[in-house]
């Protein structure tokens, strides 16, 4: 049982290029989100799922798209990427949105844009 | 949308001691909150929450508060020790979305 698995672990970028972090859990939950954390920031909601077929946007969705491929894998895409998006990014998943419903991380990917 | 305040942002205690943890929110429809640990270069991980319908919830060593009315709730840790050194983050729940905290840097001097 791995939980919420991302991938890669690590990336380096050149301002322009674009790539997908793959994000992925085996715990049969319908939710899923993606955050970016930063320095003295915390962590910030990019997108989430609230359900299979269903996506939304956080506090900060711009220069991303998402896709939720089905229910167990929820994508990040990054078009052209930007030196201000760097920074780790972090893959949660949930049983369902609404309270008490804690979310469950994956290990993060460390993006730098160059 | 929300806006979450924590405090401090840095804590430094004595190994036995009790470190207490902050947060403020605006939106009174907040309805879940909870508390996440992160070491340095992992995951966050949950380790307690509370829902607004409890004001107290306790497990072990670690205890949150919750006044709905002021919109504060906090984390107390009693008897600390150097493993839990680490950042601390609160979070609130609001519709489908949370809300974290800046964190706090809680060192746990032996």
């Known amino acids: 049982n791995a939980g919420v698995t991302q991938t890669p672990k690590f990336q380096v970028l050149k301002t322009g290029q674009s790539m997908t972090l793959q994000c992925a859990q085996d715990?049969?939950?319908?939710?899923m989100y993606w955050y970016r954390q930063d320095p003295g920031m915390g962590l910030r909601l990019i997108y989430y799922s609230a359900s299979e077929g269903t996506t939304d946007k956080g506090e900060v969705p711009n220069g991303y798209n998402v896709s939720r491929l089905n229910k167990r894998e929820f994508s990040l895409r990054l078009e052209s990427a930007a030196p201000s998006q760097t920074s780790v990014y972090f893959c949660a998943s949930a049983p369902t949105t609404g309270p008490g419903k804690p979310q469950h991380f994956g290990d993060g990917t460390r993006l730098s844009i160059l | 949308g929300e806006n979450v305040e924590q405090h401090p942002s840095t804590l430094s205690v004595q190994e036995g001691d009790s470190a207490v943890i902050k947060c403020t929110y605006s939106d009174s429809a907040s309805n879940y909150f909870p508390w996440y640990k992160q070491e340095l270069g992992k995951r966050p991980q949950l380790i307690i929450d509370?829902?607004?319908?409890?004001g107290e919830k306790k497990d072990q060593r670690i205890a949150v508060t919750l006044n709905k009315t002021a919109k504060h709730f906090s984390l107390h840790i009693t008897e600390t020790q150097p493993e839990d050194s680490a950042v601390y983050f609160c979070a609130v729940n609001t519709g489908n979305q949370f809300y974290f905290g800046t964190g706090t840097s809680l060192t746990v001097i032996p």
């Open positions: 509370i829902r607004s319908n409890v």
């Open positions: 715990m049969n939950h319908n939710s």
